[in-house]
């Protein structure tokens, strides 16, 4: 839309050229202009893409019975069952999990409370529509410290706290590999009479040094001469997508966990991964009308942009906060085990066959999207045995 190209026009012209991640949060996240804040069908065959949620409601039957399973996983359920859902858009997720929830738990259920993380105002009045038979039982947070819902009593806790295609959403920097010069640039966007353009950087963002840092101490960390062996066989212009954004959520998400559970769904990279060939020129792409494209800084605002999340920095933040790294899969893997222990409830009609066939294929979402579970169990009280 015009409005998002001048402003962001108006910001080069005042500072010059800008980070892409800054050009990716205006397109993106700008107040009335940006992609996930203007109204219109964004998921789903009218719109740009498709998700697990829009398959339908057996992605968030499937979750409940998860969350359910891990919450009796140590015995009783809980005196308070918290979820907490990140990068909820318009609610469907929720309310597929608050039903599926509402039918299986009985009075279980008055103990469990849900809380959405959404600073947007806008999102929350699509949500708050959404979830409208759940009032009372959810909640709104501008951040994860948050309180939530303030439930009854004082016994035992147990918080889940997820995201599902949120982190591969969040800026990136574009770090790219000079061979000859043996040396990573950033590169930036700058504003030209015909549009938007690609300019590296004069030098590389401080949170765009770090992540890369980080990228390659999660990858070898016992080596100290692993960075430069892999720089050495690195192809010129070699590209990677880096998100410090995401790695910040996951560890302050983490953080907030006394006993419980963090899980991602989202595009996603392990290590052997990161660096392949075909992956030269990074991950990032453009989305609009189910049409993937390289062209990533034209229309601000009117498509999607994203990039696969790089895993290895997220365990490890995880994991700094004392959280083990429980289970780390593909889609398919983690869906098919959660049906695998199912109880007969759940009836497998022929609509859910094919849901659970879209969701789990991996020609369609079954080796797209990653699965990443932390854990934090309960500190034991007397001396190891």
Known sequence: MAELEEIITAEIRKDGPIPFTRFMELALYCPVYGYYEAEGDKIGRRGDYYTSVSVGSL???????????????????????EIWEAGAHKGDLAKDILDSLQTSLGEEFSRTYYTILEPSMRRRTWQEKTLAGFRGRVCWSDTLTGAGIQPR?????????FCNELLDAMPVHRVTYDARKSAWFEWGVTAESEGFNWVLLPSMTEAGAKALDRVFTSLGPSDPSFRSQLEAVLPEAYTVDLCPAAEAWWREAADSITVGKLMGIDYGLSAEELFRPERKSGTLRSYRT????????A???????TAHVIL????????CC?????????????????AARSDPSLVWTSDRKRQFATLT?????????RVLVQEKVARRHGPDR
């Open 59 to 81: 992605f968030g039957e499937l979750l409940a019975r998860q969350f359910v399973e891990w919450a009796r996983a140590t015995g009783p359920f809980p005196d308070t069952l």
């Open 153 to 161: 009593g004082g016994g035992p806790l147990f918080r889940i706290i």
């Open 290 to 297: 189910h049409q993937a494209s390289l062209d990533v800084l």
């Open 299 to 305: 229309t601000p605002g009117r498509q999607d942009l």
């Open 312 to 319: 290895p920095p997220l365990q490890d933040a995880g994991e």
């Open 322 to 338: 004392g959280l083990r790294t429980e289970q780390l899969s593909t889609q398919e893997r983690f869906l098919t085990q959660i």
């Open 361 to 369: 294929h991996p020609e369609h979402l079954g080796t797209r999207f």
